[in-house]
């Protein structure tokens, strides 16, 4: 992956980008929009265009995750009146069909040389965006967003652990070893004392927070261990997170019914998840969402 994005990195690093203007990969099939606070967010699978140029996959997950590219700007736009700032976003525009850039590239592209290009050039996207939210804040926290339809209507939080992982006894949750297999190494890191149990689904947890804002969330003190089906966090996660010391975050899988399936539901779950970072951030990020500590 790292000699494609080595490949790509003269489209993407030969110079400061301006904040909110959106810079595009080949034939715009990729969107970057650069931004000034310690928050990035992409979203691989909520694309809708099928050029001809680009074969169908034949093998894989090829439905669209609905509404999730809307969700991901509602998102951006409640942060923006929240700080006046703007959220680092990462767009797919290709539908899943014929790229899924949350795959290694053989899944992803099949084999398209197109596809190849597009998936490289996204993340190299990413890459440069946690690197120059790593710059400017010290830190960055990463949201891949997704959406599900699993029959229990929850947003699920993926933090690379697997959904038996949670019940694992408390001293074994609390090993550095553990730690270091999931998403939030630097949160830890930042707050020696934390019991990390209590931050994958505690009072203060983001699933805590979520609940508390009408949206049921697994893990949280509701459900502290996941029922499966369960997203952990996959491939887009699990490789620019643990990468890098400055970086946590998560996998967000938002379920369509009662959330993505409408344009009030997308408003309520965006303007809930914004308000839920807010605290989040001051308690576990030692700073507020707009980047001052």
């Not at 967010?41 to 669209?64: E, F, M, N, Q, W």
């Not at 040389?113 to 990463?142: C, D, M, N, P």
């Amino acid at each position: 992956m790292f000699l494609l994005l080595a490949a790509t990195s003269g489209l993407v690093g030969a110079a400061e980008h301006e904040i909110g203007v959106p810079v595009f990969g080949s034939q715009k099939y990729t969107e970057y929009v650069p931004g000034d606070l310690p928050l990035v967010i992409s979203s691989p699978h909520g694309g809708a265009l099928k050029p001809d140029t680009v074969a169908d996959r034949t093998y894989g997950v090829r439905a669209a995750d609905a509404n999730t590219q809307d969700l991901a700007r509602r998102i951006a736009a409640e942060v923006k009146k929240a700080t006046g700032k703007q959220t680092t976003l990462v767009i797919s525009h290709l539908h899943r069909s014929k790229l899924d850039p949350n795959r290694e590239i053989k899944e992803a592209a099949q084999g398209n040389s197109t596809a190849e290009k597009v998936w490289g050039e996204y993340h190299a996207f990413i890459e440069e965006a946690l690197q120059a939210t790593v710059k400017r804040h010290g830190i960055a926290f990463f949201i891949d967003l997704h959406g599900q339809n699993h029959p229990d209507i929850r947003v699920e939080l993926g933090y690379l652990h697997d959904p038996n992982d949670y019940a694992k006894a408390v001293n074994e949750l609390n090993s550095s070893e553990f730690i270091q297999t999931g998403s939030l190494a630097l949160i830890k890191k930042l707050n020696p004392g934390l019991d990390y149990p209590s931050l994958l689904s505690g009072p203060e947890s983001l699933g805590a927070l979520l609940e508390k804002r009408g949206f049921p969330s697994t893990p949280s003190p509701r459900m502290p261990v996941p029922s499966v089906p369960y997203f952990k966090g996959g491939y887009t996660v699990a490789t620019h997170v643990p990468s890098n010391p400055q970086v946590c975050g998560l996998q967000i899988e938002a379920n369509r019914v009662r959330l993505r399936d409408t344009e009030e539901g997308r408003q309520r779950f965006a303007e809930a998840l914004v308000n839920a970072l807010e605290v989040y951030f001051p308690r576990f990020l030692k700073m507020g969402l707009d980047g001052k500590k």
